[in-house]
Nanobody, 129 residues
């Protein structure tokens, strides 16, 4: 069955770095766009980043980032390893929350991940001041 499992969250000081991993199974990763989302306590979930199914620039590959994380977060994918990663640097307290990855149909500029159908349970990130 389709599964997405996040890992890599934890407690980090402001200014620190973390690498989140999204390990997928049950489907061909290179057929789907993948996105990262986060939800802070008492707030709605928000899109953080997404990547198209291909990682080849000559094949129309693109990545989208929320304005709040541009220049600090980087999304990458390794289709052979069935994994997508989110490298987070310059972390701020506002970045705290439950981070989860989701499978979608398309990743588009301005719109993020479209057509989400499966997502993981999330990994918590806490950034201390």
């Amino acid at each position: 069955q389709v599964q997405l499992v996040e890992s890599g969250g934890g407690l980090v000081q402001a200014g620190g770095t973390l690498r989140l991993s999204c390990r997928t199974s049950g489907f061909r990763l290179d057929y789907y766009a993948i996105g990262w989302f986060r939800q802070a306590p008492g707030k709605e979930a928000e899109g953080v980043s997404c990547t198209t199914s291909s990682d080849d620039p000559d094949d129309g590959a693109m990545k989208w980032y929320a304005e709040s994380v541009k220049g600090r977060f980087t999304i990458t994918r390794d289709n052979a390893a069935n994994s997508v990663y989110l490298d987070m640097t310059g972390l701020k307290s506002d970045d705290s929350g439950l981070y989860y990855c989701a499978r979608g149909v398309r990743c588009m500029q301005k719109h993020g991940l479209l057509g989400k159908d499966y997502w993981g349970k999330g990994t918590p990130v806490t950034v201390s001041p």
